[in-house]
Structure formats: C-alpha cells, structure tokens
C-alpha cells in the first residue's frame, strides 16, 4: 500500500476507527499524490515568475490559447476562467460560495462540522465516488423499493454491492421509517450498510414531513448504537424544491455530528436545482466533528477524482459561480420556483377532482420534478406503450403498476390534456 493512503488510513483509524471500517478496499488503498505533476504545478503557479513550463496546457499572450470560434461566445468571461484546468476538487470560489449557499439553505448546519462542498461532475459522479469509497462486494446498499435505477447500476453492477429494498411508504402512506429499521437491523451481522436518503424522491416526488424526518433520524441512530457503521448519503438532486409542509432542509443538517459510527454524505448540485441540467456541475460533502478526518476524506475523494475525470470543467462552473454571485439570482430562482409549485399543485387539483379515481390512483407527493400514479387493474408498460404509439405521450413505467408523470417539462395550461388522455388511454385498455 502507498504510504500516503496508510496515512490517510491511519489517521481516519486514530481519529475515528468507525470510519476506517467503512472503507472499501479501493477507499483504503486511494489517495492523492503529494508529489506529482498537480502538486508540482500547483508549487510552480505561485513561484515560477519566470517562465512556468509545468502545465500540459498552451498559453498566448499570457493568457490561455483559445479559438476565436469558440471565444465570440463566451465574451463575457476572461479565458483564464473557461479554459484552463479547473483543480480536482473545484474552482475554490465557487466551493466558498455553495458552502455559503447550503448553509443559508439549511440554518441548522450553521452549527454543525461539515467539510468545503468537492466539485463533483454532477451528482452520478458524487454517488459513484461514495461507491468507490465505501461500497464492496456484498456490502448492503439500502434504497426504498421506490428508487432511481441508476443506484443499481452505480452501486450493484459497479461495486458489486448488495441493493436492500424496503417499500417507501407504510400503511398510512407515510414515509415507511419501520421498513427502513428493518432493513438496516438485518445487517448486524455485516456491521456496516450503505443508507441512500433520495428527498424529494425519484420517481415519486415525495419528502417526508418532519415527523418523518425525526423517525428517519433516529432509526440511523439506533442502529449505530447497536454497532452497525452507517455511510448515511442523502441524495439531494432535487434539494429545495418543497411545495408543501414537508422537511424544508436536508437530512444531512440532521446527521451531522449524530453519532461517530454515522458518517453523513451529503450530494447535491447546481444541476437540478438551478435549472442547469447539462452543466454536469454537483457536490460532495462530508460532515465530521474532526477535521483530520474531513482532510483525509477530501484527499481520498481527490484522489478518486484525479483518477477517473481528473477534474471536471472549467467552464461550467464559472457559469454556476456567475450565477451564485449575482444579485439577481435569488429573484430568478423564486420565478422558476413558482412554475413548478403551480405546476405540482395543478396535478394534484386535477387527481383529486376524482375523475379518474377509477383507474388512475396516485402516491403521496409534494416536491420536486416528478410524480407516480398507480394504475388499477392494468400494466404500467402497456399503458406506456399505448400513450406513446397511439398519442405521441411518453412517461416512464415502473414496475407492474406504476407509471411516473414529469410535471417539471410540461406547461401548466397542458396538464389537464395530459392527464386526459393518460386516462382515456387506461380506460380504452381496461376496457379490453
């Protein structure tokens, strides 16, 4: 093993051996090189005054060498922000500033220790990077029944982990916090599981209400006092977009600092909840009460970075910090804001009417990009098929039931038609 991941290793050991247990193989042998081209260039960019001939990129005029092609469209931005290698772990500004931001967003971790927000390339990279860290063959990976499937392909096919399902909602259509304790209580043996917290959820768009949220808490805690290492992740992709009275902040405020065999995770980004999806432009974020074990974790998340995109793009997250800075951007946000609550809220006045209660039934929700109904008596796939063939309508069917409706990309003044013929196209099957 590299000294320097024996290092890292020995020093997440000394400040909280929990930690070190979480570790995956991988996550014990990765590290970021101390000596290397980065850090050599990184020495050199502060002390060559001369001539610095240490960076693999081409400069002109003391600045970086661009296209004109390219630059007549990006006039508003100095070439030295969009064209030069951003750091592995991001441009530092804007770390600084969604720090700033996640902290105006959840008052609560005002208090808390948490680590500099890493620039991951969107959210899929923040999760691949819990897997590579914490994620081994067999290790338990537990996910409500009702999930983004890309968990499987991250965390399964990658990793080889085990995907742990319990059913998302309880009798009382309730966030189902038993379903969870037993999920998380069947790997005592195991000691160790891998907790994805996904709010608003993908495919419902579901928050649990505070309540919820304190159950949720404390099933986490419980099970660390009975001696199971938790890698809490809360997948915030839709982060902030609560229409109703559900948790207004992120789980992470909660986690943090809960117990020393809870580690919280925290993945967010720009990406959704600042409308720009191909930017490709997320977070990680760890909290701990110990900031060697912060350093040692940022050094590792390095080094998985350098390892597979080597840093994600500058550009980007130039645009992202433009936006963050700007006085205008509180404003904007609350105008798009107000699209999707309307929108949310226009779905659920049309399920409610129950005009299509004899076919169409719908899970709980209250936030996000996305809602799922459950269909009576009929299959999810062939009603897709039927809307797409014979309508030109696409959504996405899950499971034998369940067919999920993105109200985020259609206009309010269309989501009456919509769920129309989505019932018309129910009927006509049923009706067969």
């Known amino acids: 093993m590299n000294s320097l991941a024996k290092q890292l290793n020995d020093t997440l050991n000394k400040e909280n051996p929990h930690i070190g247990e979480m570790l995956s193989s991988l996550g014990k042998a990765i590290y970021f090189p101390k000596v290397g081209i980065l850090s050599q260039s990184a020495e050199a960019k502060t002390k060559a005054s001369k001539f610095n ?33 951003a750091p592995p772990a991001g441009k530092p500004e804007l770390r600084s500033a969604w720090k700033a931001k996640m902290i105006k967003d959840n008052p609560s971790l005002a208090t808390k220790n948490f680590g500099n927000p890493i620039v991951t390339n969107a959210l899929t990279h923040g999760l691949s990077i819990v897997a590579d860290l914490f994620a081994d063959a067999d290790d338990a990976v537990i996910i409500p029944n009702k999930n983004w499937e890309n968990y499987e392909l991250t965390f399964g096919v990658r990793r080889g982990a085990v995907i742990v399902e319990y059913p998302l909602y309880n009798d ?5 916090s038993t379903g969870l304790r037993e ?24 928050t649990p209400g505070p309540k919820e949220g304190q159950e949720i808490v404390a099933v986490l805690k419980e099970a660390a006092e009975a001696g199971i290492n938790v890698v809490a992740v809360t997948d915030d992709a839709y982060f902030g977009l609560f229409f109703e009275d559900s948790l207004q902040e992120s789980l992470f405020s909660q986690l943090a600092d809960l117990h020393p065999r809870i580690l919280p995770v925290k993945i967010d980004g720009a990406t959704k909840e600042e409308y720009v999806w191909g930017f490709r432009v997320g977070f990680i974020t760890y909290a701990s009460s110990s900031a060697d074990i912060l350093s040692a974790l940022e050094q590792k998340t390095l080094g998985i970075i350098r390892s597979t995109i080597s840093s994600g793009p500058h550009p980007s997250q130039t645009f992202v910090l433009r936006a963050l800075q700007s006085p205008l951007f509180e404003e904007q946000k609350q105008q798009k804001f107000d699209i999707m609550k309307g929108r949310a809220n226009r779905v659920k006045q049309l399920l409610d009417s129950g005009r299509y209660s004899d076919t169409l039934q719908y899970y709980p929700f209250n936030s996000g990009y996305f809602m799922c109904l459950k269909l009576v008596n009929i299959s999810a796939e062939t009603v897709r098929l039927h809307l797409l063939n014979e309508y030109g309508i696409g959504t996405i069917a899950l499971g034998e039931t369940d067919l999920r409706v993105a109200f985020s990309c259609i206009e309010e003044e269309y989501l009456e038609e919509l769920f129309d013929t989505i019932y018309k196209a129910a009927s006509e099957l049923s009706a067969k």
Do not use: R, W
Not at 172 to 176: S, W
Not at 183 to 206: E, R
């Open 172 to 176: 009382a259509m309730k966030f189902n």
């Open 53 to 85: 001939a240490t960076i693999g990129i081409a400069t002109e005029g003391g600045k970086p060498m661009h296209l004109e092609v390219i630059q007549e469209t990006l006039s508003a931005y100095e070439p030295k922000d969009i064209y030069e290698y």
């Open 183 to 206: 999920a998380l209580f069947a790997q005592k043996d195991k000691g160790k599981a891998i907790v994805i917290l996904n709010f608003p959820n993908n495919p419902t768009g579901y």
